[in-house]
Nanobody, 121 residues
C-alpha cells in the first residue's frame, strides 16, 4: 500500500510558476506508474500528466503540453509537477495518484488528498 501527500499549491498570478510535490510512503514507489490529476468543483477529475515505471515514458493533456513537466525521484519516493506559464483555467485541486499509469482514473489505485492551485488573472 502507498500513502501519497501533495504539497506546493498556492495562489499565483497568470504567467507564473509553481512546483507541486507528491511524497509517498509505504510500498515500493518504483513499482508504480504515477500521475497528476486535477478537479474543479462540479466537474469530473481531469487527467494532467503521467509517467510510467521506467520514467522515460510520459504523456500530458493537450491543455498543459509544453507548460507542465512531470518528473519522479524513486530514491526519494517523490513525484513532481513543474507548472510554468500558468493560466487562470489551471485553477483546480491537484491530486497525485499511483497505479498502472495512463489517462484513465480507473488505472490508479492510490490517491492523495490534493493541493489547491489558484491562478489569478
Amino acid at each position: 500500500q502507498v500513502q501519497l501527500a501533495e504539497s506546493g499549491g498556492g495562489l499565483v498570478q497568470a504567467g507564473g510558476s509553481l512546483r507541486l510535490t507528491c511524497t509517498a510512503s509505504g510500498s515500493d514507489f518504483s513499482r508504480y506508474g504515477l500521475g497528476w490529476w486535477r478537479q474543479v468543483p462540479g466537474k469530473e477529475r481531469e487527467f494532467v500528466a503521467y509517467m510510467l515505471l521506467s520514467g522515460d515514458s510520459t504523456n500530458y493533456a493537450d491543455s498543459v503540453k509544453g507548460r507542465f513537466t512531470i518528473s519522479r525521484d524513486n530514491a526519494k519516493m517523490t513525484l513532481y509537477l513543474q507548472m510554468d506559464s500558468l493560466k487562470p483555467e489551471d485553477t483546480a485541486l491537484y491530486y497525485c495518484a499511483a497505479g498502472l499509469g495512463g489517462t484513465s482514473a480507473a488505472a490508479y489505485v492510490y490517491w492523495g488528498q490534493g493541493t489547491q492551485v489558484t491562478v489569478s488573472s
